[in-house]
């Protein structure tokens, strides 16, 4: 059945979303267009918006055969997606196994080293103070979510993060780290937004080379390569 795209909702620095005819559902589509820094450094990564959809929609496929809910509803072109409508929970649940990037900096530590354990962080989603880092306690006080549904989101994010660890180590990829976002619909706690090469940091199991978004931030040549190279990984095959 075709989807009528209406009237832009809204556009962020990787994504657009648009209404549909149906008010449950929206378009989600993936741009070219990367970020860093808190947008202080901006570029275009030749066909990013396919790959990530791509990718995002096979893990999202994944996900729900373990009984992980999410808003991924199909794909409806290279760089579209059908989705649940979601009220987003404005906390960024970032799923850490191994010291990297800003973890790296607080500890003044060397990356690569793996954590005992997974370790759960989360931010605040507000680009005006830089999405600071925000305790379980101060989203309790804020009202961002309630108890249960913090604990609801805590072991959604672990789930996610032992199946995605198995599925991308058989592929040869180490899952350094990740961010995850929820919202609300129907009154279920879904998984939404995307899981990317953008969203995660991942290594070459072998070779610890980084093939993700890593590259663009630190001015690493082989960006576009690099995501290609994930998407033949996970799908087992080139972009379409």
């Known amino acids: 059945m075709n989807v009528k795209k209406g009237a832009k909702l809204y556009e962020g620095k ?10 449950e559902l929206l378009i989600q589509e993936f741009k070219d267009s990367a970020t860093a820094f808190d947008g202080a450094k901006k570029g275009t990564i030749r066909g990013k918006g396919a790959i990530n959809n791509q990718i995002s929609a096979h893990l999202f496929r994944y996900l729900e055969s373990y009984h992980i809910p999410t808003h991924f509803v199909r794909t409806l072109s290279d760089r579209e997606m059908l989705v649940k409508k979601v009220e987003i ?4 649940v ?15 530590e ?9 370790l759960l962080e989360f931010y605040l989603k507000d680009d005006a103070l830089h999405d600071p880092m925000i ?6 006080e804020r009202g961002l979510a309630t108890a249960q549904e913090l604990e609801k989101i805590k072991r959604m994010a672990l789930k996610v993060n032992a199946v995605l660890k198995d599925f991308f180590a058989r592929r ?3 899952l350094v780290d990740f961010k995850l976002e929820f919202g609300r619909h129907g009154g279920e706690i879904l998984l939404a937004d995307e899981i990317s090469p ?17 590259r663009f931030r630190r001015d690493l040549p082989g960006v576009v390569e690099a995501y290609r190279e994930v998407h033949e990984r996970v ?3 080139p972009v379409v």
């Not at 929970?89 to 960024?92: A, D, G, K, R």
């Open 14 to 23: 990787a994504k657009k979303m648009y209404l549909t005819e149906n008010p």
């Open 89 to 92: 929970i404005p906390v960024e």
């Open 94 to 108: 970032v799923v850490r196994n191994v010291v990297a990037g800003s973890l790296a900096k607080r500890l003044n």
């Open 198 to 214: 953008d969203t995660c940091r991942l290594w070459d199991a072998e070779t610890g080379e980084r093939l993700d978004k890593d």
């Open 135 to 140: 305790t379980e306690e101060e989203i309790l």
């Open 172 to 174: 040869k990829l180490r």
């Open 110 to 118: 060397e990356e690569g080293r793996d954590l005992p354990e997974p």
């Open 235 to 237: 799908l087992g095959g």
